[in-house]
Protein backbone atom coordinates (compact mmCIF):
# COMPACT_ATOMS: atom_id res chain seq x y z
CA UNK A 1 0.00 0.00 0.00
CA UNK A 2 1.44 3.16 -1.33
CA UNK A 3 1.77 5.76 1.63
CA UNK A 4 2.79 9.32 1.50
CA UNK A 5 4.56 10.84 3.77
CA UNK A 6 5.24 14.72 4.98
CA UNK A 7 7.47 16.90 6.51
CA UNK A 8 7.35 19.06 8.35
CA UNK A 9 3.96 19.91 9.10
CA UNK A 10 4.86 23.07 9.90
CA UNK A 11 6.75 25.62 9.08
CA UNK A 12 6.98 29.37 9.83
CA UNK A 13 9.43 31.80 8.19
CA UNK A 14 10.04 35.25 7.53
CA UNK A 15 9.18 36.70 4.39
CA UNK A 16 12.22 36.69 1.64
CA UNK A 17 13.64 33.40 2.85
CA UNK A 18 14.27 30.07 0.46
CA UNK A 19 12.55 26.86 1.88
CA UNK A 20 12.61 23.67 1.27
CA UNK A 21 9.38 21.27 1.69
CA UNK A 22 9.79 17.01 1.81
CA UNK A 23 7.49 14.38 0.44
CA UNK A 24 8.57 10.83 0.16
CA UNK A 25 6.76 8.19 -0.92
CA UNK A 26 7.01 3.80 0.23
CA UNK A 27 6.21 2.73 -3.63
CA UNK A 28 8.77 4.11 -6.26
CA UNK A 29 7.10 2.53 -8.97
CA UNK A 30 5.42 5.92 -9.39
CA UNK A 31 3.72 7.57 -12.93
CA UNK A 32 3.74 10.70 -12.03
CA UNK A 33 3.79 13.33 -8.58
CA UNK A 34 1.68 16.52 -8.13
CA UNK A 35 2.19 19.23 -5.87
CA UNK A 36 -0.67 21.24 -4.72
CA UNK A 37 -1.60 24.07 -2.81
CA UNK A 38 -4.83 24.47 -0.78
CA UNK A 39 -5.48 27.50 1.05
CA UNK A 40 -7.96 27.15 4.19
CA UNK A 41 -11.16 25.52 3.25
CA UNK A 42 -10.82 25.95 -0.28
CA UNK A 43 -10.20 23.28 -3.14
CA UNK A 44 -6.74 22.35 -4.41
CA UNK A 45 -4.75 24.47 -6.61
CA UNK A 46 -2.06 22.51 -8.95
CA UNK A 47 1.41 24.08 -8.75
CA UNK A 48 3.36 21.48 -10.26
CA UNK A 49 3.38 17.99 -12.28
CA UNK A 50 6.40 15.53 -12.59
CA UNK A 51 6.28 12.65 -14.75
CA UNK A 52 8.16 9.57 -13.65
CA UNK A 53 10.66 9.89 -16.36
CA UNK A 54 11.56 13.71 -15.45
CA UNK A 55 14.06 14.62 -12.48
CA UNK A 56 12.09 18.54 -12.04
CA UNK A 57 9.91 21.06 -12.72
CA UNK A 58 10.16 24.56 -12.55
CA UNK A 59 7.29 27.32 -12.33
CA UNK A 60 8.14 30.94 -11.08
CA UNK A 61 9.31 30.90 -8.21
CA UNK A 62 8.69 27.50 -7.38
CA UNK A 63 10.97 24.07 -7.85
CA UNK A 64 9.65 20.52 -7.35
CA UNK A 65 12.74 17.66 -7.88
CA UNK A 66 11.61 13.91 -7.99
CA UNK A 67 14.25 10.75 -6.83
CA UNK A 68 11.72 7.86 -7.91
CA UNK A 69 14.50 5.54 -6.56
CA UNK A 70 14.58 6.97 -3.00
CA UNK A 71 11.26 7.69 -3.28
CA UNK A 72 11.34 11.45 -2.49
CA UNK A 73 10.50 14.74 -4.29
CA UNK A 74 10.98 18.21 -2.51
CA UNK A 75 9.22 21.43 -3.16
CA UNK A 76 11.95 24.29 -3.43
CA UNK A 77 10.30 27.91 -2.82
CA UNK A 78 12.32 30.88 -3.12
CA UNK A 79 12.61 34.37 -2.14
CA UNK A 80 8.74 33.83 -0.09
CA UNK A 81 6.20 35.70 0.38
CA UNK A 82 3.77 36.43 2.75
CA UNK A 83 0.88 35.04 -0.18
CA UNK A 84 2.70 31.59 0.10
CA UNK A 85 0.84 30.91 3.52
CA UNK A 86 -0.87 27.87 2.37
CA UNK A 87 -1.00 24.15 3.37
CA UNK A 88 1.26 22.33 0.42
CA UNK A 89 0.50 18.78 -0.48
CA UNK A 90 2.07 16.22 -2.73
CA UNK A 91 -0.16 12.95 -3.89
CA UNK A 92 2.15 10.25 -6.36
CA UNK A 93 -0.47 8.44 -8.95
CA UNK A 94 0.04 4.94 -10.01
CA UNK A 95 -0.77 5.17 -13.08
CA UNK A 96 -3.23 1.65 -15.22
CA UNK A 97 -4.99 -0.37 -12.77
CA UNK A 98 -4.67 2.18 -9.52
CA UNK A 99 -6.13 5.63 -10.81
CA UNK A 100 -6.26 6.77 -7.33
CA UNK A 101 -3.94 10.02 -5.76
CA UNK A 102 -2.58 9.63 -2.95
CA UNK A 103 -1.61 12.08 -0.62
CA UNK A 104 0.46 13.48 2.33
CA UNK A 105 -1.04 14.92 5.08
CA UNK A 106 0.41 18.50 3.92
CA UNK A 107 2.91 21.18 5.58
CA UNK A 108 1.34 24.26 6.52
CA UNK A 109 3.91 27.24 5.63
CA UNK A 110 2.93 30.59 7.17
CA UNK A 111 5.04 33.50 5.82
CA UNK A 112 5.66 36.03 8.56
CA UNK A 113 6.18 39.90 6.99
CA UNK B 1 -10.96 25.99 -20.27
CA UNK B 2 -13.83 26.35 -17.63
CA UNK B 3 -12.02 24.51 -14.39
CA UNK B 4 -14.05 21.96 -12.32
CA UNK B 5 -16.78 23.65 -10.91
CA UNK B 6 -18.79 22.11 -7.45
CA UNK B 7 -22.01 22.70 -5.93
CA UNK B 8 -23.46 23.49 -3.37
CA UNK B 9 -20.16 24.98 -1.49
CA UNK B 10 -21.54 24.52 1.83
CA UNK B 11 -23.91 21.89 3.01
CA UNK B 12 -25.79 20.98 6.48
CA UNK B 13 -27.88 17.52 6.78
CA UNK B 14 -28.66 15.46 9.75
CA UNK B 15 -27.90 11.86 10.39
CA UNK B 16 -29.54 9.49 8.65
CA UNK B 17 -30.31 11.40 5.66
CA UNK B 18 -28.95 11.50 2.48
CA UNK B 19 -27.50 13.94 0.35
CA UNK B 20 -26.20 14.58 -3.47
CA UNK B 21 -23.10 16.27 -4.30
CA UNK B 22 -22.18 17.82 -8.12
CA UNK B 23 -19.50 18.31 -10.52
CA UNK B 24 -18.79 19.51 -13.57
CA UNK B 25 -15.33 18.59 -15.06
CA UNK B 26 -12.89 20.95 -17.11
CA UNK B 27 -14.28 20.66 -20.37
CA UNK B 28 -11.89 17.84 -22.37
CA UNK B 29 -11.20 15.81 -19.43
CA UNK B 30 -12.70 12.15 -19.57
CA UNK B 31 -12.55 10.81 -16.11
CA UNK B 32 -13.53 12.33 -12.76
CA UNK B 33 -12.87 11.49 -9.29
CA UNK B 34 -14.26 11.80 -6.09
CA UNK B 35 -11.86 12.56 -2.36
CA UNK B 36 -13.28 13.25 0.92
CA UNK B 37 -10.81 15.36 3.14
CA UNK B 38 -11.29 15.53 6.73
CA UNK B 39 -10.03 18.22 9.06
CA UNK B 40 -6.15 18.23 9.43
CA UNK B 41 -6.09 15.47 7.10
CA UNK B 42 -5.10 14.68 3.06
CA UNK B 43 -7.77 13.98 0.59
CA UNK B 44 -8.98 10.10 0.46
CA UNK B 45 -9.76 8.72 -2.56
CA UNK B 46 -13.71 7.65 -3.08
CA UNK B 47 -14.04 6.72 -6.33
CA UNK B 48 -13.01 7.11 -9.74
CA UNK B 49 -15.53 7.21 -13.00
CA UNK B 50 -14.46 6.68 -16.93
CA UNK B 51 -16.54 6.81 -19.75
CA UNK B 52 -19.44 6.63 -16.99
CA UNK B 53 -18.35 3.07 -15.38
CA UNK B 54 -16.45 3.26 -12.03
CA UNK B 55 -13.47 1.60 -12.52
CA UNK B 56 -11.86 2.30 -8.86
CA UNK B 57 -12.71 2.46 -5.51
CA UNK B 58 -11.44 3.17 -2.62
CA UNK B 59 -12.26 1.90 1.26
CA UNK B 60 -15.62 3.66 1.19
CA UNK B 61 -18.61 1.46 2.24
CA UNK B 62 -21.39 1.78 -0.68
CA UNK B 63 -23.85 4.10 1.14
CA UNK B 64 -21.18 6.15 -1.17
CA UNK B 65 -22.16 5.94 -4.90
CA UNK B 66 -21.71 7.98 -7.91
CA UNK B 67 -22.90 8.85 -11.13
CA UNK B 68 -21.02 10.14 -14.39
CA UNK B 69 -23.00 11.38 -17.07
CA UNK B 70 -22.18 11.85 -21.16
CA UNK B 71 -21.58 15.29 -20.79
CA UNK B 72 -18.59 14.28 -17.99
CA UNK B 73 -20.75 16.12 -15.10
CA UNK B 74 -20.76 13.60 -11.71
CA UNK B 75 -22.59 13.04 -8.86
CA UNK B 76 -21.48 11.70 -5.20
CA UNK B 77 -24.48 10.40 -3.43
CA UNK B 78 -23.98 9.41 0.13
CA UNK B 79 -26.85 7.61 2.05
CA UNK B 80 -27.79 7.26 5.92
CA UNK B 81 -25.56 10.03 6.59
CA UNK B 82 -23.13 9.99 9.54
CA UNK B 83 -21.30 12.12 11.58
CA UNK B 84 -18.39 10.96 10.45
CA UNK B 85 -18.92 11.93 7.39
CA UNK B 86 -18.74 15.69 7.78
CA UNK B 87 -16.08 16.45 5.91
CA UNK B 88 -14.03 18.74 2.62
CA UNK B 89 -15.29 16.74 -0.53
CA UNK B 90 -13.43 17.53 -3.72
CA UNK B 91 -14.22 16.87 -7.11
CA UNK B 92 -10.66 16.04 -9.67
CA UNK B 93 -10.97 15.60 -13.39
CA UNK B 94 -8.10 14.65 -15.59
CA UNK B 95 -7.60 13.41 -18.83
CA UNK B 96 -6.34 9.86 -19.63
CA UNK B 97 -5.15 7.70 -22.67
CA UNK B 98 -2.42 6.60 -22.34
CA UNK B 99 -0.40 9.33 -20.94
CA UNK B 100 -1.57 11.22 -18.06
CA UNK B 101 -1.37 15.12 -17.11
CA UNK B 102 -2.15 15.80 -13.63
CA UNK B 103 -5.57 16.36 -12.23
CA UNK B 104 -7.85 19.57 -11.82
CA UNK B 105 -9.66 20.00 -8.85
CA UNK B 106 -12.42 21.85 -7.56
CA UNK B 107 -13.18 24.17 -5.04
CA UNK B 108 -14.80 21.25 -3.03
CA UNK B 109 -18.32 20.98 -1.04
CA UNK B 110 -18.09 21.38 2.54
CA UNK B 111 -20.59 19.37 4.31
CA UNK B 112 -21.16 19.33 8.11
CA UNK B 113 -23.85 16.28 9.45
CA UNK B 114 -25.49 17.27 12.69
Known amino acids: KQEVTQIPAALSVPEGENLVLNCSFTDSAIYNLQWFRQDPGKGLTSLLL?????REQTSGRLNASLDKSSGRSTLYIAASQPGDSATYLC????????????FGKGTKLSVIP | ETGVTQSPTHLIKTRGQQVTLRCSSQSGHNTVSWYQQALGQGPQFIFQYYREEENGRGNFPHRFSGLQFPNYSSELNVNALELDDSALYLC?????????????FGSGTRLTVV
Open chain 2, 92 to 104: ASSFWNRVNYGYT
Open chain 1, 91 to 102: AVFLGAGSYQLT
Open chain 1, 50 to 54: IQSSQ
